[in-house]
């Protein structure tokens, strides 16, 4: 018999016998069974004898060596690494549902070419715009630049009206304020030029007429001292030399003559200005100075300011107007343009200078008129 290996495999008892074979202890022949024992393995697979020389051990199966304690027992691997169709259903990847094709999904709530924030910002720039243009649209000058910004207001708030397809209201506000500043300012624009026209040409002249001015001295008229002579009128001018009486309240207020008219007075006005006055005058429509001596009588009470309630100024054929307001050079002699102040029974002698055209002496006027009364025309010569 060989001697016995230690880690031979040690056959059970009968009993056992279909029970699989546990290796042996290797310190012991002895066997471990019992609690405590790692799990059992199968059997390993035999292993085929090798070769050997000895004819006394030729057919004899040699024993099945135990395979090594260090090889650990195969593992079961834990559930939660399983493979998903071994999954429990509560680890199950969700189902999906297949993809649509683009013309099958949903529309968007903005079409292509809804763009909210760059649209929303032209509607909000619009409102801003067009509430600053209400708000200057009511100021002379001031409602000219509220007019640009309106306009680019309603500009603004259309455009953001094409591209918005919702939450409209903010752009819709912004046209709506803009386009009504735009009309306000024109619209009071176009108001305000036309009474500062009037203003202008009624203080400085180039009015096609003057009318009467009327009620705060319904007494106020004014008329010569012959009843019977001229009426002053355009076809029945009073002549020069001849005295006008303006009367307020039915008592004589001031006694005025024009008694001698200059024409093409350039030179003699140049002695008196500065040339840069005289090329302002003289620029434009007005060819020549001309200018009218006066003779001037206050019999009001206290004192009157004679600029601001005896007006003289020349009328051409077409009744336009020529006034000593508007010329920049001061009349020969005693400038009574320039005049203020004059005591009751007090005189004043000297000229009205006005820019005129040329030969407008021809076929015009001089004409006369107090603070509230018509005028009278007078005579060229």
Sequence with gaps: MPATDPTAVVPLAASDASSPTVPAANTNASTRTGAGFAPILPPAAPISPAPTSSWATWGAYPAVAAPSAHIAPPRVAPTHLAPPHLAPPHLAPPH???LQPASARPASPFDATDRPGPARSLGVASLVLGGFAALGAALPVVNLASAAFAATGAGLGIAALFQLS?????ALAGAIVSVVALTASVALATVYTGVASTAAN????????????????????????????????????IPLGETIVVTRNGETRWEITLTEATYD????????????????DLTGDPAQYAYVSAEITYLGEDVANLYEEVYVCF???????YCTGE???????????????IDSGETVEGNFLVAIPAAAEDDGHWVVAGEWTDFLHVTTS
């Excluded at 007075?265 to 302002?280: K, Y």
């Design 96 to 98: 999906l549902p297949p």
């Design 166 to 170: 919702r939450s409209r209201g903010v």
């Design 202 to 237: 009624g203080l400085f002249g180039g009015v096609a007429s003057i009318p009467a001015i009327v009620d705060e001295y319904e007494d106020e008229t004014i008329g010569t001292t012959d009843p019977n002579g001229p009426t002053g009128t355009v076809g029945d001018p």
């Design 265 to 280: 007075a350039e030179e003699e006005v140049l002695r008196g200005n500065g040339a840069s006055d005289v090329i302002q």
């Design 315 to 321: 009328s051409t054929v077409d009744e336009t107007f």
């Design 327 to 341: 010329v920049m050079a001061i009349a020969p002699g005693t400038d009574l343009a320039m005049t203020d102040e």
